[in-house]
């Protein structure tokens, strides 16, 4: 079974839009980390956003807040006033606390699109 | 700034070759990961190490080994490359605490021929 999963391979948004970017996973752990990272055409890899299993306030930095719906297994990624530069890939990840083996999951991710 | 360093950005391969793709973390990080990414498929892990001499295998393993003799260096192995290994291979290190993100190098794309 997939661990993080991605439903929307592409997604448009208008400039100043808001925009929401689902990823659902699977654990039966009760510890664990969520991450969205952005990745632009150039190729980096960027951190967005962490959120933990035992937080209870949905994380937020900056345009950028995940709404997080632990019964759902949900972490959503929500860019509010979307900016041209945040057209780019999107990976939802996932890590376990697996004791010292703690690998990091990522998803197929999204390739969102915003448009002027 | 934490620095993660592939030692190539592009490599080409004939078919049957042992290629070895390094990666250098100066952050004393105790986990390092070895991803290959391909279209639609997102990042898939092909193996991670927690320890210096200590792996586990991610989802991907067939293929690949790997090699992490000194706690910064990390090395993924194609003992025979082949065809189907050509792809876009991404390093990341992190600490080992659960709330701590992994921090990637720039990637090398490779091409078996």
């Known amino acids: 079974a997939q661990k993080i999963t991605q439903t929307q391979p592409g997604m448009f948004v208008q400039e100043k839009e808001a925009v929401t970017l689902d990823c659902t996973y699977d654990?039966?752990?009760?510890?664990?980390?969520l991450f969205w990272y952005k990745q632009p055409s150039s190729g980096e890899m960027i951190f967005l956003i962490y959120q933990g299993s035992y937080d209870e306030q949905n994380a937020t930095e900056g345009r950028y807040s995940l709404n997080f719906q632990k019964a759902r297994k949900s972490a959503n990624l929500v860019i509010s006033a979307s900016q041209l530069g945040d057209s780019a890939m999107y990976f939802c990840?996932?890590?376990?606390?697996?004791?010292?083996?703690?690998?990091?999951?990522f998803g197929s991710g999204t390739q969102l699109t915003v448009l002027p | 700034d934490v620095k993660v360093t592939q030692s190539s950005r592009y490599l080409v391969k004939r078919t049957g070759e042992k290629v070895f793709l390094e990666c250098v973390q100066d952050m004393d990080h105790e986990n390092m990961f070895w991803y290959r990414q391909d279209p639609g498929l997102g990042l898939r892990l092909i193996y991670f190490s927690y320890d210096v001499k200590m792996k586990e295998k991610g989802d991907i393993p067939e293929g690949y080994s790997v090699s992490r003799e000194k706690k910064e260096r990390f090395s993924l192995i194609l003992e025979s490359a082949s065809t189907n290994q050509t792809s876009m291979y991404l390093c990341?290190?992190?600490?080992?605490?659960?709330?701590?993100?992994?921090?990637f190098g720039q990637g090398t794309r490779l091409t078996v021929v």
């Open positions: 990840a996932m890590r376990e606390d697996q004791g010292s083996a703690r690998q990091l999951t």
């Open positions: 654990t039966s752990d009760q510890s664990y980390g």
């Open positions: 990341a290190s992190s600490l080992m605490a659960l709330n701590t993100e992994a921090f």
